[in-house]
């Protein structure tokens, strides 16, 4: 490794006698990409953040930060002012909260360049036009003169890009810069911070809890757990023979858009218990209880972050002593050898189960949920007394979903596209605006009320956020047990159903008396999983189940689906953002692009041979969880963002970004312009809404 | 769906029905009112000046319209044991008829202007619509409405009810500012999703503000209440002075202490006794207040040992 120009050792951080970081030690070369992964809570954006200097008053911090061997522990805040900015920049996540909601964007540009380089007003200003230019912001001169409420999420992340690289820092720290984004901006934006490095040729410090993004960007890998690191090799290294159980576990617990050699998905590997509080650290290694090759010794004292594989060279060849592959683990030997489901069992037969084989087909049975044409418009109103409608927002516009007893369909779409519009819809139960909604059967059109309740029975819902979904002031057992009461059933029912529920999902039933917040988010999404399931219904809508939680729980709530989906033959409507937990899930997919379907079929389909190009582009912008894999793959990188929903353009709504529009010649383009194609069979029961579906392989 | 009664039935079967019922949300309240020290004290006391404001007539020879020439302004002794006022009123039969009519008035008017304050506020902010602006007409109007003088006009007409239905009116004239923050508070609810979770149940609107809505405001609910009790008996006091209300030789807490008041320091038993049992009542509603507060409350600050995060 060359010369550091970054490097912590032993930053410690505690927030009043809590630790937060406890012994950090990291290493930034020149023009290096370092990842920092770890679920939240670990520590990483506090770490990021001390190294800036930026923590609040309250923060203790210890150890030490070199920039260039000047300390900036401890430096005043002067000093650090002329380092932060100029030598070291930061792109939060948030980059609505990062600009000043006052200023124009340019201003705010010049304000930063200004403030480290002698330079005339003028000068900074065409350099701030220049900087948008570079991290891709159309008609930058105009741009620079906006207000940042004018720029969109993914435009923001831009602009936050170029006033960090404003000053040609020497070291970019970047915390989840695309965590609050879709996948398609995602893409972009990390295309974005890699022509930022290039042109600056700053070491990169990439903080994020997505391993795909740090499978696609990084060098280097260092695994944090508990405010320690406990794994960090290059990246290359760490993907293939991970030395600690926690990083293995990680791995093990991401779905995966691709499959196996063989065609087939492999279980997900969930690790089991929860991220110990900060307050309450165990003694020794701090992921003992959780770890299923925990052995004495490791209760007993914390293992050190050492090279790996100097005892294991004879045993193990592939992971001969490599001095940049450090673990903290006393069987990090061991480990390396080994594959995450040999380390962590999948509980009872979670594992065994798999959904339908693509060759499989769809199960004769009956509809559950039939959508036709569903629309749903909401008005724009203006004006403080007298209302006046001045447009509507076209949130679902031609919707087309069935799924059949049984079966799961997975909902995806980028935020705004109108799956949780539709859901909605669906579960209003109540004559739509346009189209039509059968719900098990039945027509939601001239539903008495005694027939509506009944109607609910069959269908549940469990939410995104566990927290929310549950009222804080009930005990758990009153909240499982509040459908049956809705469907008046009675006391014993209710007293023998709620303890066996709760099992069901794998939570204890003594536990009926707590309340929401003594639980981890992963078990509050289980208490919403069983007061679904209290009235046996047969079509569960599911949305954004497990996007709220972080990796190693999310697997274990997957594996729960699969299994209370075999053992009682429930349907799922799986909505969702996340393509890989799609693919892991569902057995056939709809794909959903401002408030349309655009796409739909069996999930091994769709995915293997996607036709429309929106499903094409949404595919090769998930990043691989897989480095190798990751790197060699072709992007397609759609421009801009999703048009608004207010206007509803003529012909087919996705042109404006449409990599195969931009492509065909002019008498082609005008089909696309003048007519919106319709759902059109493609063969078997795969459809999708192209004027020129084509295949292209995109994994 | 069809299936469910035999199979679970089925399956309880196979259990013994040896699981305890599910303990529910009204048993684990109590449970942790019960496990609040100084909350059962409140409650306690609160009991114990029912007692004696029932009991103490009882106790003592003395009615509290009787006057004693032989004793006048004179201090507590074994013939009056808290005293005599100035035309030789015996001050603790006095004190407990006082107390009878200020406990009712306090606790009836609290209870009941909040509870109204949490229907009409709720209600209206969850239907929302038509609902809504009726309800907020009719809090705006009586919230306008000088209720002094509807009192002063409405109250002599009510020979038959008396102070009863005087407490009832004290109560419909406080609880209009309350309904208009429990129904701001109602309207954000209305949104989070676990209410919209109890919609989509088929679980009816009525049992959604009863369940999901009211304890959901019930911290600020409480607080106001114990406000409301302590301010009762000081509107009622005020309203008695000027002739509405509890009238003479009838007494409440309020109109001894606005007669003792002169006397505090020249005859103190006239003033302390009525205004400790007060200070003694509000501060007793407070206690219980709190505790009930708690109770209703899971994420309140108070950590019992034992209980941990769930893991």
Known sequence: MNDPVLDISGLTVDFGGVPAVRGVDLHLGRGEVLGLVGESGSGKSVTALAAMGLLPAAAHVGGSVRLDGAELVGAGDKALSRVRGNRVAMVFQDPLSAFTPVYRIGDQIVEAIRTHQDLSREKAAARAVELLDLVGIPEPRLRAAAFPHEFSGGMRQRAMIAMAVANNPDVLLADEPTTALDVTVQAQILDVLRTARRETGAALLLVSHDLGVIAGMADRVAVMYAGRIVETAPVDALFAAPRMPYTLGLIGAVPRLDADAEGRLEPLVPIPGAPPAPGALPPGCAFAPRCPLAEDRCRETEPLLTAAGRAGKATHPAGAADPAHLAACVRAEEVGALRPLDVFPVPGTDGALRKAGPGGGRPVADDVLRVTDLARTFPLLKGAIVKRRVGSVHAVDGVDLDIRAGEVLGLVGESGSGKSTTLFEILELRPPERGSVEVLGRSVEGLTRRDARALRAGVQIVFQDPMASLDPRLPVGDIVAEPLRAQHADRALVARRVPELLRRVGLEPAHADRFPHEFSGGQRQRIGIARALAVDPRLLILDEPVSALDVSVQAGILNLLLRLRAELGLAYLFVSHDLSVVRHVADRVGVMYLGRTVETGAVAEVFARPLHPYTQALLSAVPLPDPVRERARTRILLPGDPPSPTSRPSGCPFRSRCQVFAALDPGRKERCTTQAPALAPQGGDHTAACHFPAERAVL | ?311
């Open chain 2, 1 to 311: 769906m069809a299936t469910a009664p035999e199979a679970l039935l089925a399956e309880a079967a196979s259990d013994d029905g040896l699981v305890a019922r599910p303990p529910s949300r009204a048993r684990v309240t109590l449970r942790r009112f019960l496990a609040h020290p100084t909350a059962v004290a409140g409650l306690a006391v609160v009991a114990l000046l029912f007692v004696l404001a029932f009991a103490g007539p009882h106790l003592t020879r003395w009615s509290y319209s009787d006057i004693d020439y032989t004793a006048l302004r004179s201090g507590p002794s074994a013939r009056h044991w808290w005293g005599t006022n100035r035309i030789g009123q015996d001050v603790f039969a006095q004190t407990v008829r006082g107390l009878q009519k200020s406990l009712i008035i306090g606790l009836l008017v609290g209870v009941a202007a909040t509870a109204g304050a949490a229907t009409v506020g709720a209600c209206a902010g969850y239907f929302g619509g038509w609902t809504d602006r009726l309800l907020t007409f009719v809090t705006d109007l009586l919230l306008i409405f000088p209720s002094f003088l509807v009192i002063s006009v409405v109250s002599p007409r009510l020979k038959g009810g008396g102070w009863l239905v005087f407490a009832l009116l004290l109560a419909l004239f406080g609880w209009m500012i309350t309904a208009r923050v429990v129904r701001s508070m109602a309207i954000s609810l209305r949104e989070r999703e676990f209410v919209r979770a109890a919609r989509y149940m088929a679980v009816g609107p009525l049992r959604i503000i009863a369940r999901h809505i009211v304890p959901n405001v019930a911290s600020f609910l409480i607080i106001d209440a114990t406000i409301a009790v302590g301010s009762a008996v000081m509107s009622e006091t005020a309203l008695s002075y000027f002739g509405f209300g509890v009238q003479p030789p009838d007494v409440s807490l309020g109109t001894l202490i606005a007669d003792g008041t002169g006397a505090a320091i020249t005859y103190p038993w006239m003033f302390f006794f009525a205004a400790g049992l007060l200070v003694v009542f509000v501060l007793a509603v407070n206690l219980v207040g709190d505790g009930l507060r708690d109770a209703i409350d899971p994420t309140s600050a108070r950590r019992r040992p034992g209980r941990r995060r769930a893991r």
